[in-house]
């Protein structure tokens, strides 16, 4: 008896072995849970553990090293749709993300939720925050943000394509398409209404 006890144990030892290697391509790493994606298996001398990622965070489909969360716009979840419920604190939807929260003639601020902690920031002057790709962006390009508004200008129906002058030296509205943007001259340069371009302060009328 003591042998089939042996042999049996040697047989759920093997079982759990093979197990463990279906889901442990090496003894030592970090992988992608099928249908998941803020989920993983950590191997550690081939033992499998199930792990998930901060509210917020999602796994990193080319994870090689360091840590294995990432942001959603760092990580493909393409075939791994499904994430935790979240976990909201406070004025965070979830413990970790940036949230869109400017009225659409106020779309360059956002939140940064960090441990469920919010932290308000704010877009380089001129862009505005885009939810679906969480960065700064040309605020025509973000849907939720009315352009004409919180640039404070709106291009002549009769100049889609053009440049104005903008009321302060190195800055500038583009029309593209009939949309505005605001841009900037390079440093020591401002807009010269005159010949629609940047050119050196010095040779522009009030501006030096």
């Not at 999602?58 to 959603?72: S, T």
């Amino acid at each position: 008896s003591g042998m089939k006890t042996t042999w049996f144990v040697a047989a759920a030892l093997l079982l759990f072995a093979v197990s463990c290697l279906c889901q442990c391509a090496d003894r030592n790493g970090k992988y992608p849970v099928a249908g998941q994606c803020d989920a993983y298996v950590e191997c550690l001398d081939g033992i499998p553990y199930q792990r998930t990622c901060p509210d917020g965070l999602l796994f990193k489909d080319n994870y090689k090293r360091g840590y294995p969360c990432g942001y959603p716009q760092e990580v493909n979840c393409e075939g791994r749709a499904a994430i935790q419920s979240p976990q909201p604190t406070g004025d965070c939807p979830r413990k970790f993300g940036l949230f869109a929260i400017g009225a659409p003639n106020d779309c360059g601020t956002f939140m940064n939720c960090a441990h469920g902690r919010s932290y308000i920031q704010i877009c380089p002057e001129g862009l505005a925050f885009n939810q679906d790709t969480l960065e700064c962006d040309w605020p025509d390009l973000v849907p939720t943000c009315d352009a004409e508004a919180f640039l404070g200008f709106r291009c002549p129906d009769n100049l889609p394509e053009s440049r104005h002058a903008s009321g302060q030296c190195d800055k500038y509205f583009v029309c593209l398409n009939g949309r505005p943007r605001l841009l900037r001259c390079p440093s020591k340069e401002a807009f010269n209404p005159e010949t629609w371009s940047c050119e050196d302060a010095k040779n522009v009328r009030n501006c030096f």
